[in-house]
């Protein structure tokens, strides 16, 4: 079992392009969630997608969108991006059912806005 | 809404001594409450939780951490730390109608020989 996988591992971007983040959920996962750790900061949700819908989603402007893939993987992109975009981007993904207690982390996307 | 606070920043101790890394929440509903650890360069890991029952719950790595409702914490505690702890411990809780986890803000231990 793979785990969740997330790609690339860093990327480098300037200021106003945009970005795809990519993850795939561990074995038998169907929900997938995203969450932006700034540096020196606790993890804050961006959104959860479940179905290929988009279920529950924090507080972050549009320019955070995101996709689920049939197969569960997941997107994130980010459009007309920010200095303060600079962060780990974590993806997270969960099994089937409501229970939903355990989240399990990818190593995260090492995200550089110059 | 709910909040974690995670008092401290920073934890230095030495190798075989006790721990607690300090976790207070706010929520006005139920929630279920985490430990997340963190090694360099690397993603979260579920250290353990707590979902109802046992107000004291165990991991398979010798910490363990008690639910306590009338104070609003969760603090975690080791007896004896070794080197191979040092790491970022998050704690983190959500409501039981929603799936978003809310983290403190991390808790650095750094365990020295």
């Known amino acids: 079992d793979a785990g969740v996988t997330q790609s690339p591992t860093h990327l480098i971007k300037t200021r106003g392009q945009q970005v795809t983040l990519r993850c795939s959920p561990k074995?038998?996962?169907?929900?997938v969630s995203w969450y932006q750790q700034a540096l020196g900061q606790g993890p804050q949700f961006i959104f959860q997608?479940?179905?290929?819908?988009?279920?529950q989603r924090g507080n972050f402007p549009d320019r955070f969108s995101g996709h689920q893939f049939p197969n569960y993987s997941s997107e994130l992109n980010v459009n007309a991006l920010l200095l303060g975009d600079s962060a780990l981007y974590l993806c997270?993904?969960?099994?089937?059912?409501?229970?939903?207690?355990?989240?399990?982390f990818g190593p995260g996307t090492r995200l550089t806005v110059l | 809404a709910q909040s974690v606070t995670q008092l401290d920043s920073q934890v230095p101790v030495f190798e075989e001594a006790p721990v607690e890394l300090r976790c207070n929440y706010s929520?006005?509903?139920?929630?279920?409450l985490f430990w997340y650890v963190q090694y360099p360069n690397q993603g979260l890991q579920l250290l353990l939780k707590?979902?109802?029952?046992?107000?004291l719950v165990e991991s398979i790595n010798g910490f363990e951490a008690e639910f306590n409702k009338s104070q609003t914490s969760f603090h975690l505690r080791k007896p004896s730390v070794h080197i191979s702890d040092t790491a970022e411990y998050f704690c983190?809780?959500?409501?039981?109608?929603?799936?978003?986890?809310?983290f403190g803000t991390g808790t650095r231990l750094l365990v020295s020989p």
């Open positions: 997270a993904s969960s099994g089937p059912g409501l229970g939903l207690n355990e989240q399990f």
């Open positions: 074995s038998g996962h169907d929900t």
């Open positions: 997608y479940y179905e290929e819908e988009e279920r």
């Open positions: 929520s006005s509903v139920s929630v279920y």
């Open positions: 707590y979902l109802s029952g046992s107000t």
């Open positions: 983190a809780v959500r409501n039981t109608g929603f799936q978003k986890l809310v």
